[in-house]
């Protein structure tokens, strides 16, 4: 599986951003998908995950309200909508396939399979 995220950049504390991520090598509609960060000196952080049918969706609390997953099956992709950005919420922003077939997403990220290469989000305040 190959997954190419996209979307980072600098943005000013309360903007917005997008991120996408899109797969291939593999029937994406079938497995579920998550987002990590992870910042300089500290560990991967889960983010945002969502099921393989996207029915369901989980965010870290720090998030919870500011941050939307989703995904388009049609088109391999899933993205996370990031509004009312703070600086902590600068790092890397990892999105990731969970391991197993029809699974409904995990904050545990020693579950995910496959991983992008990450693209850097820069909040400003």
């Known amino acids: 599986v190959q997954l190419v995220e996209s979307g980072g950049g600098l943005v000013q504390a309360g903007g917005s951003l997008s991120l996408s991520c899109t797969a291939s090598?593999?029937?994406?509609?079938?497995?579920?998908m998550g987002w990590f960060r992870q910042s300089p000196g500290k560990e991967r952080e889960f983010v945002a995950a969502?099921?393989?049918?996207?029915?369901?969706?989980y965010y870290a609390d720090s998030v919870k309200g500011r941050f939307t997953i989703s995904r388009d099956n049609a088109k391999n992709t899933v993205t996370l909508q990031m509004n009312s950005l703070k600086s902590e919420d600068t790092a890397v922003y990892f999105c990731?396939?969970?391991?197993?077939?029809?699974?409904?997403?995990?904050?545990?990220?020693?579950?995910?399979?496959?991983w992008g290469q990450g693209t850097q989000v820069t909040v400003s305040s």
């Open positions: 990731a396939v969970q391991g197993k077939i029809y699974a409904s997403g995990s904050a545990n990220r020693y579950e995910y399979a496959y």
């Open positions: 090598g593999r029937t994406f509609s079938i497995y579920a």
């Open positions: 969502i099921s393989w049918s996207g029915g369901s969706t």
